[in-house]
């Protein structure tokens, strides 16, 4: 098993360019999200999904879009990017439930100039 | 706004010493994790608690969950210098998936 895949590792935008992160899994976990990880300000919650189908807001959801056409993919897309969304992005995923045993990708570390 | 609070943020000390970590809240949590992360890359999990007043025990690592299921704290006796790295706890509320995480201790422990 390969677990969670993120694609890229690296990414540098303008101001107002728009990309997508990928996010990939391959243990059939029902629940994927995503996170940004900001200095001194922990992993906080973007998106999150239950299952194909089905995605919801997380705490910092503004700027971003998220859909879940399939099981094993959960892509995360900036719309126009903006200086403030320069971070370190992961993608998790977990069986479905509220035990929270996810399983993180190595990340994707953004820089918008 | 939830939230959950670890203290120390910082924590730096010989090989050898025993330390404890604590995380925090107001709120109650169906469950409570604890993770590691290494620079460079994402956390990986370390432990699950789900009932107040749980011990867990993962070779030196003691993790507790309070009777409350508001805090938790993760002991390492005898601490290693490759237990150096970011420690966070997360948890969601019963019923959301949304999770939280600590802002994070950052262990370094010196040979």
């Known amino acids: 098993n390969a677990g969670v895949t993120q694609t890229p590792k690296f990414q540098v935008l303008k101001t107002g360019q728009s990309m997508t992160l990928q996010c990939a899994q391959d243990?059939?976990?029902?629940?994927m999200s995503w996170y940004r990880q900001d200095p001194g300000m922990g992993l906080r919650l973007i998106h999150y999904s239950v299952g194909a189908g089905i995605t919801d807001q997380g705490e910092v959801p503004n700027g971003y879009n998220v859909s879940r056409s399939t099981t094993e993919d959960f892509p995360l897309r900036l719309l126009s990017a903006a200086p403030s969304q320069t971070s370190v992005y992961f993608c998790?995923?977990?069986?479905?439930?509220?035990?929270?045993?996810?399983?993180f990708g190595p990340g994707t570390r953004l820089t918008v100039t | 706004t939830q939230l959950l609070e670890q203290s120390p943020q910082f924590l730096s000390i010989q090989e050898g010493e025993n330390l404890t970590v604590y995380c925090n809240s107001s709120s109650v949590f169906s469950s409570l994790q604890w993770y590691r992360q290494e620079p460079g890359e994402g956390p990986v999990l370390l432990v699950t608690v789900v009932t107040g007043g749980e011990v867990k025990k993962l070779k030196r690592l003691t993790f507790q969950f309070g009777d409350a299921r508001k805090d938790s704290s993760l002991h390492i006796t005898a601490a290693q210098p490759g237990d150096t790295g970011l420690y966070l706890c997360a948890g969601a509320t019963s019923g959301t998936y949304k999770y939280i995480f600590g802002t994070g201790t950052r262990l370094k422990v010196l040979a």
């Open positions: 243990m059939n976990h029902e629940y």
């Open positions: 998790a995923s977990s069986y479905w439930g509220d035990r929270g045993e996810q399983y």
